[in-house]
C-alpha cells in the first residue's frame, strides 16, 4: 500500500475502526494515477495537496457505500488553494459505477454515479488550469466576488483594526484569525443555503418566515453587525460548548458594544479618517439578523468554523501579532496568518517552521544586534567626518 495513501485516508477517517477498506485504498489510488495525466500541469503549491485530494474524492465517493465515519478534512495546503484543488480534480476525475460493496472497481466504467455536477464538463484528456475552471462554474446564488483583487477590495480597510480591538478588549487574542477568517467568507463566498434545523430556528428566529426572509436583504453590508456576530460565534466555540440563552445575549452585548465604539476609537480614527467605507451604525436587531443568517443558511459548516477546536481557550499572547515594525501594530491581514500549525495532516515540520516561538525570538535577537552594529557604523562614520 502506498505510504502517503495510508496517512491521507487514516487522517481523513480518524474515527475508523479497523483497517483501511480495500475499496477505499484501491479507489484513492486509482484516482492519483488517473490525476497525474489528466491534471499534470498542477502548482508546486497545489502538487503537494494532489495525494490528498484524490484520498478525500475517494472517501466522499465511497461514504455511503462502504458506511464510513465522518470525514474530517485536514489540508496540507491552504484552504482556499485546497477548495479549488478539490472542486478542480472532483470534476476533471471520472466517476465510477459499483454494483455493490466489495466488488472491484471497473476502472473502464463511464456510468456516473447520481450526483450533483458543476457545469464546465472537462474533456477527458484535456487540461486545465484551475482558473479556468472556476470561471465556468455556474455561480450559486449569494454573495459573489470575482477575482483575488475583487475579494480585497470588497473587505473594507477598517475590518482587520476592529476585530483586533474586539478581540483584544475581549480578552480573546485567540479568536483573531477565526473572526477575520469567518468575515472574509460572509463577505466573498457564495451562500452555502442549507436548511435550517428547527433547533436553530428556535434560537435564533425573531418574528415569523415571512420576516426573516423580508430582512435577507436588509442585512446585507452590516458589515460591524456582521462582525460582532461572527465574534460570538467563535467565542463560543472556542469556550468549549453553546452559550444559554442569557449568556449569549450578554456576549452579543459586549461585542455589540465594542463594535460601535471602534468608531470614535482614537487611534483608529486618527488611522483612518473619515475613510470608513461600509460602515454602517448597528443595534442588536442587525447582531440578532446575522446570527439567524449564519445559523440558518449553512455558514457555520464551512472551513473557518469547522476548523476552530472546541473548547481551546480564548487566551494567546497579544504580541503575536505584531509585525515586527515597532509600532506594536498589525498593518495588514497577513498578522493574522502567523503561528503555522504542525501535526498529522498538516505536512508541518519544526525545520520549516520559520514562525515559530524560538525563531521568533531569535529573530528578535538578530534585529537587535543588527541594529547596534549599524548604531556604530554610523557613528564610526561620523567620526571620520568631523576628524577631516
Known sequence: ??????????????????????????????????????????????????????????????KKTLDLPPIEQRPPIPPKVYKKLYAYLDQALPQ???KRAGEPIDNDSRTNTPTKRTAGSVVPGSHKTISAFQNERTPKKGLKVGNAKDRDARIPKWVVPVIRLLCRESDAAKAMPHVLAGVESLLTLPCPE????PRKRARFSKGNEAERQGSEEIIRGKIPALIAAIYVYVEEKLSGGDFEAKAMKVQRRK?????????????????????????????????????QE???????????????????????????????DGDGEDDGREGLRIGMRRGLGTMMQHRVDYLSEERREDYK?????????????LQAKAGQGSET
Open 1 to 62: 500500500m502506498n505510504r502517503s495513501i495510508e496517512q491521507a485516508l487514516t487522517n481523513l477517517i480518524p474515527r475508523l475502526n479497523g483497517p483501511l477498506p480495500p475499496d477505499l485504498v484501491e479507489l484513492a489510488s486509482s484516482l492519483l494515477a488517473q490525476s497525474r495525466n489528466k491534471a499534470s500541469n498542477l502548482k508546486a503549491e497545489e502538487e503537494v495537496g494532489r495525494a490528498y485530494a484524490c484520498c478525500n474524492i475517494a472517501c466522499e465517493r465511497l
Open 96 to 98: 465510477k459505477a459499483r
Open 194 to 197: 442549507i436548511e435550517e434545523t
Open 255 to 291: 461585542a455589540l458594544k465594542i463594535v460601535q465604539q471602534s468608531r470614535s476609537d482614537e487611534a483608529l480614527v486618527a488611522r483612518f479618517g473619515e475613510d470608513w467605507t461600509e460602515w454602517e451604525d448597528l443595534d442588536e436587531e442587525d447582531v440578532d439578523k446575522w446570527l
Open 294 to 324: 449564519l445559523a440558518t443558511k449553512g455558514w457555520v459548516h464551512m472551513d473557518w468554523y469547522e476548523n476552530i477546536q472546541s473548547g481551546s481557550g480564548l487566551d494567546l499572547d497579544p504580541d503575536a501579532y505584531d509585525d515586527g
Open 365 to 377: 535577537q538578530w534585529k537587535a544586534a543588527v541594529l547596534v552594529k549599524i548604531d556604530e557604523l
